[in-house]
Each structure stands twice: as structure tokens, then as C-alpha cells.
């Protein structure tokens, strides 16, 4: 039986596979672009959880690649989901309507 994979999936997984990911949390200094918590250490909004960074979509318009990922914790990354668009700095300069 062959398994079945969403082409968000495959995409999420290519560049997580990539070096390019490791390449860019170094970049931003191994911390969530919107509220600074450090992977590996204590989360900012919940000091019990340990900070695990996710690539977050600048635009969640667009498919997720190089250009349209930041790191994000999960809590921001859950937070925002589908309702904001950053710049490369982390900062909202658009909403999606369909995230409000």
C-alpha cells in the first residue's frame, strides 16, 4: 500500500531535509523571529516547554520555501498559522483575510 503524502507535506519536508534550514536558524541566531525564545531553552510563553523551532511561512499564500520561511517557535507559529504575513525581520505587514 503506498502512502499518501499532501503536497504541503512534501514540500515542509523537502526543505526541512535541506541544510538551507540549519543555514537560516543560524542566521536568525537559533531563536523564534516574533517573540526571541532560543531553541533549546525555556519557551517565552511557557517556561515548563523547551523551545523547538518550526519553519513558519512569511507568506502562508505561497508554498514554503526558502524565501517565504522564518523560524518560529511552535506556540508562535500556532498562533499565527494562517492569519499573518511578515517580512525577513518577523514583523506583520499584512493579514489573510481567510486567517481572521
Not at 533549546?40 to 516547554?49: D, I, L, P, V
Not at 506556540?75 to 504575513?85: G, P, R, W
Request: proline share 2%; with cysteine.
Amino acid at each position: 500500500m503506498k502512502k499518501k503524502y499532501s503536497i504541503l507535506s512534501l514540500l515542509k519536508n523537502a526543505f526541512s531535509n535541506n541544510e538551507n534550514w540549519e543555514k537560516m536558524k543560524q542566521e536568525y541566531g537559533f531563536a523564534c523571529v516574533n517573540c526571541g525564545s532560543k531553541e533549546g531553552e525555556a519557551m517565552r510563553w511557557c517556561q515548563t516547554k523547551i523551545t523547538v523551532l518550526q519553519q513558519g511561512h512569511m507568506d502562508p499564500r505561497k508554498n514554503l520555501t526558502y524565501d517565504n520561511c522564518i523560524p518560529q517557535c511552535a506556540f508562535c507559529n500556532q498562533q499565527y498559522k494562517s492569519k499573518a504575513v511578515f517580512n525577513k525581520r518577523g514583523f506583520v505587514i499584512d493579514f489573510c483575510k481567510s486567517g481572521i
